[in-house]
């Protein structure tokens, strides 16, 4: 497995700000994915980071609102933009650490609320 | 598109005795990989057990073990000598076979909590 730690851990932001994400593996990984848990939900994918090239955006997440980047392999970051109260969520940050492998383990999350 | 379902939203089970959590799946695939995540109130998503769709002997991983059946499409886990750590939300989740290095996402179920009581 991989030792994954995002910041920050939880925060407190007002409508209409922005927050970015970070999300940093102990070492080298393929892909990055971001994921939002809604309070009392299950996960939902954000997006896929690549490095190198534009993330994929999955139907319902525009890059405009949660732009994503990779700049390399062991890091990446998620922006929420223009926050509204119902972007409060857990935002989960996970990883592939191998190629051709199927295993994803995830960061601690954030928790974001906003008022 | 896959969907995941889990149908028991809450679980109690006393400590040292043994609870089934089920999934069921959809999928019009023949290969892809399962998996049941534990995620404590600590909101840190912890891999059990993941399962090969390909794979004919069920899964396990100490006490954890699981019924996996293709036909029926239907991934169940089962927890043995329940310990109070064991208290947390369980979420199956499905992944199809990747057919590119760059990998799948994963398509959650909607989590079954589970209660240890001492």
């Known amino acids: 497995s991989a030792v994954i730690s995002q910041k920050p851990s939880r925060d407190i932001c007002q409508r209409g700000t922005s927050l970015t994400i970070q999300c940093q593996v102990d070492s080298q990984v393929t892909m990055m994915f971001w994921y939002r848990q809604q309070p009392g939900q299950s996960l939902t994918l954000i997006a896929t980071a690549n490095q190198g090239s534009e993330a994929t955006y999955e139907s319902g997440f525009v890059i405009d609102k949660f732009p994503i980047s990779r700049p390399n392999l062991t890091f990446s970051t998620l922006t929420v933009s223009n926050m509204s109260p119902e972007d409060s969520s857990i935002y989960l940050c996970s990883v592939q650490p191998r190629q051709w492998t199927y295993e994803q383990y995830f960061g601690p999350g954030t928790r974001l609320t906003v008022t | 598109a896959q969907t995941v379902t889990q149908s028991q939203p809450e679980m109690s089970v006393q400590e040292a005795e043994t609870v089934t959590l089920s999934c069921t799946y959809d999928?019009?695939?023949?290969?892809?990989?399962l998996f049941w995540y534990k995620q404590p109130p600590s909101r840190q998503m912890i891999l059990v057990i993941r399962q090969e769709a390909y794979k004919q002997q069920n899964a396990t991983e100490n006490r954890f073990s699981v019924n996996f059946q293709k036909a029926a499409k239907s991934f169940s886990l089962k927890i043995s000598d329940s310990q109070l750590g064991d208290t947390a939300m369980y979420f199956c989740?499905?992944?199809?076979?990747?057919?590119?290095?760059?990998?799948?996402?994963?398509?959650f179920g909607g989590g079954t909590r589970v209660l240890v009581k001492p």
């Open positions: 989740a499905f992944m199809g076979f990747m057919i590119k290095a760059a990998g799948n996402k994963l398509t």
């Open positions: 999928t019009s695939e023949n290969n892809y990989y």
